[in-house]
């Protein structure tokens, strides 16, 4: 191929690493030779630089963290080190796969990271959770360990990673890449190529891949695209560091060439074929594959041609696997059968060896766009949708006898374009996908189902179906602002199991959003409407507004029906359930009561075996034995503040330094106690926490009076009364600052007023009466 130019531009780039972001866009319609060019640019480069390609035609490259995974094994073999971003991917594993311990199965990544390896290996068959300041922990175990990992233990943004809400989680692990390629260079610049820009889709889709390439600063980027980038609307910068480099049809000397290397012996012959083909090698190597000798003036003529000259059992094969996103020989030998045509390795390979069809990854095939797009519609629909049929049951066997994920998308994928599964169906292919260690892979899902949308395939179903799964995703990430935005009020239908998921993915927005009596009202709605398993989660969080809310009775009444219909072996929600009955009764000051259910929560959580489980009794323990028995509080807070640390909860870990706080101040070790309710407020605001920070008010409000320093304790009560307003939760702690101020003689109409608001809206576990005794008692005993 004469390519000339092209290659010389890129050996000036190539030239000019060192100079910042530089991208090199080959531009130019399907067939050109594109890719062919990037794979000549790489094989060029091999020697002197390392090398490492996406294809975003393969469906997992067009995802953010999965295309950061295969670019970082490629780069990995050819010994660049991603420690910081090893963990930081990690923890974002972790955080979008709360339910799994990290171990090799669930991460593929720790058999090919070395910081990983050690952590598990460290661990020694203990559980790991995987967050920054627990994985960085582990690292410390063993001197040499210590010694060779000192630089990641101080480093400042890996130990900051579990204070970051989702979405500046999933950024800091693409600047952690881009940072430890930078560390690399010393060794080698890099090439990095990415073909098939347009697989992306709306533009709105590569925000992930301008953010990655903007970072890339000492290596050359080059992206193959049909248009121009036209990044430069985003931002002026882009302008100095894309070069364009369109690929134009290849000169009448160099289509001759190709077609006479080819075998096309007559030059007449030669001549016709290279002016049809407009000089795209595409439609020159698919002469050559045909080896005819018709005559042809276009190039739709030459791709008919190929067509006649193919047999029509082969043409049937090639027709048969333009379905197929991705193939293999079990794949083919599957449609052949189906459509009773010959199989065996002498078809295949003859199928394999035409100029279109591309390796991509184990031992696995695809075809280029253009034939792709060209067999797909000689076949008929009927036809279309037996092959899709045939895949999609293929590939659900596939993924029966594996815990790898790429077969329950391409089932779910082929499922869709088959007609052949329903939006629950698609919720269950997600939620496989997300239990063994994908929930990336659940936004490919998406993509896909929105693409089948969006070419005429109009479902209601499948439409809330789509919502229900990004807003779940944005759950886990915390992004309320994400989930409201998906899920406006009257969006959803609670008559099926998308609706019924999305509404409560919408109340957990709202709940997340402060707009607790909303998210109640939601809840309760799911609650009182299904009988699926979507009810359980509604079921609980209700309930636990309701505690929230001084609600007891109701919240114990709800509490015990969920558990009635709670699956015997679902020890994690029974412990859940448990644990919220501690709460409500250790609100109600009902100590004895809820040390009962605390114990019951823990033997659920080790039967469950899960360690945030674990960590989170810890911290009630310490919350209860502060109001009982402060001495053995101070070492129980202690143990949850090492749990939480380890875990990265945050709000967990503030909620333990009130509870020592709490403990130290009814011991009389005020300056103790003081630092401790620093630490705790410090850490509520960074968890964003209102209703735990306002808990620590009080008693830092507390430990003032217990200091002669009324003016404090009396602006400490009232901001925390605000708080608790705004928020709507804790009707006995307003009580509680009230009787402060009472105490204090300092009486406040606005959070006197309060107090007897809240005193209206809660429902007693026994009386109200016998509430406010036991809280009056354990106040002026804290005070005292």
């Not at 050996?11 to 050109?32: F, K, S, Y």
């Not at 593929?108 to 661990?123: C, F, K, N, Q, R």
């Not at 089948?452 to 789509?466: C, N, V």
């Not at 250790?586 to 659920?604: C, G, I, P, T, V």
Request: charged share 25%.
């Amino acid at each position: 191929m004469n390519r000339e130019t092209p290659l010389a531009a890129f050996a000036q780039e190539l030239a000019r690493t060192d100079e910042g972001p530089r991208v090199l866009n080959v531009i130019g319609v399907g067939g050109i030779g594109k890719s062919r060019l990037l794979r000549e640019f790489e094989r060029r480069a091999q020697d002197s630089h390392m090398v490492a390609a996406l294809d975003l035609q393969v469906p997992a490259h067009r995802q953010q963290e999965d295309a950061l995974a295969v670019l970082r094994m490629s780069l990995g073999e050819q010994g660049v080190r991603f420690d910081r971003y090893d963990i930081a991917y990690a923890v974002l594993w972790q955080r979008l796969h709360p339910h799994l311990g990290l171990t090799r199965r669930g991460l593929p990544l720790v058999e090919h990271s070395e910081v990983l390896t050690e952590v598990i290996d460290g661990a020694a068959g203990v559980p790991v959770f995987g967050t920054a300041v627990g994985l960085l922990k582990l690292l410390e175990k063993g001197v040499e360990t210590r010694n060779r990992r000192r630089h990641l233990r101080n480093d400042e943004t890996l130990r900051q990673l579990d204070e970051l809400p989702g979405a500046e989680l999933v950024d800091a692990v693409t600047y952690l890449f881009a940072e430890d390629l930078r560390a690399a260079r010393a060794a080698r610049p890099y090439l990095i190529v990415i073909d098939a820009y347009e697989a992306l889709g709306s533009s709105t889709s590569d925000v992930w891949l301008r953010d990655l390439v903007a970072q890339l600063d000492h290596g050359l980027i080059v992206i193959a695209s049909r248009e121009p980038l036209a990044w430069q609307r985003y931002d002026d910068d882009w302008a100095g560091i894309i070069r364009e480099l369109p690929l134009e049809g290849l000169p009448m000397g160099a289509r001759v060439q190709l077609l006479a290397d080819g075998g096309v012996s007559d030059p007449a012959e030669r001549d016709v074929i290279a002016r049809a083909s407009v000089g795209v090698p595409f439609y020159l190597h698919l002469a050559v594959d045909s080896k005819g000798s018709e005559r042809v003036v276009s190039q739709e003529e030459i791709m008919q041609r190929f067509l006649q000259h193919v047999g029509a059992q082969e043409r049937r094969h090639l027709e048969l696997l333009s379905v197929a996103r991705t193939f293999d020989f079990e794949l083919f030998e599957e449609l052949a059968q189906a459509f009773h045509l010959p199989g065996g390795l002498m078809a295949w390979e003859s199928v394999t060896s035409y100029s279109f069809v591309y390796p991509v990854a184990d031992e696995r095939f695809h075809l280029h766009q253009l034939m792709a797009n060209v067999l797909r519609v000689r076949l008929s629909p009927a036809i279309a949708h037996n092959a899709h049929q045939v895949l999609h049951e293929l590939w659900n066997r596939r993924a029966r006898d594996t815990q790898l994920t790429v077969p329950l998308r391409e089932a779910a994928y082929h499922g869709l374009c088959a007609g052949a599964v329903s939006g629950d169906q698609l919720l269950d292919y997600a939620d496989r996908i997300t239990a063994y260690g994908g929930a990336q892979g659940v936004a490919g899902l998406v993509t896909d189902l929105r693409s089948h949308l969006d070419e005429g395939h109009r479902s209601e179903e499948l439409e809330q179906t789509a919502r229900c799964l990004t807003a779940e995703a944005a759950v886990l990430l915390g992004d309320a602002e994400e989930i409201n935005r998906l899920t406006p009020a009257g969006s959803w239908s609670v008559d099926t199991t998308a609706g019924a998921r999305l509404a409560v993915a919408a109340a957990h927005g709202r709940r997340i959003s402060g707009e607790t009596a909303e998210a109640l009202r939601i809840y309760s709605t799911v609650w009182d409407a299904r009988r699926g398993p979507e009810r359980l989660p509604a079921g609980l969080w209700g309930a636990d507004l309701h505690m929230a809310q001084g609600r007891f009775l109701e919240a114990f009444r709800l509490a015990g029906e969920v558990i009635a219909e709670c699956p015997a072996d679902a020890h994690a929600l029974r412990g859940d359930l448990q644990r919220l009955q501690y709460l409500a009764s250790r609100f109600s000051y009902d100590f004895q009561r809820a040390d009962q259910h605390l114990r019951e929560a823990e033997q659920h959580y080790l039967q469950a075996a899960t360690v945030v489980g674990a960590a989170l009794v810890k911290t009630n323990r310490a919350e209860l034995l502060a109001w009982t028995d402060p001495f053995s509080a101070v070492r129980a807070a202690q143990e949850a503040i090492e749990a939480n640390t380890d875990l990265g909860a945050l709000h967990e870990l503030g909620k333990a330094y009130t509870a020592l706080g709490q403990a130290q101040l009814s011991i009389g070790r005020l300056d103790e106690a003081s630092t401790s309710l620093d630490l705790a407020c410090d850490a509520l605001e960074k968890a964003r926490y209102r209703s735990g920070r306002a808990r620590a008010e009080l008693i830092r409000a507390a430990l003032h009076t217990r200091s002669g320093d009324t003016e404090k304790a009396v602006e400490e009560v009232r901001w925390a009364v605000d708080e608790l307003l705004a928020v709507e939760v804790y009707p006995t702690l307003v009580i509680v600052a009230a009787y402060i101020l009472e105490l204090l003689d300092r009486p406040d109409e606005t959070v006197g007023r309060a107090a007897r608001t809240a005193r209206a809206s809660i429902e007693a576990l026994d009386s109200l009466e016998a509430l406010e005794a036991r809280m009056k008692h354990h106040v002026r005993g804290l005070i005292a």
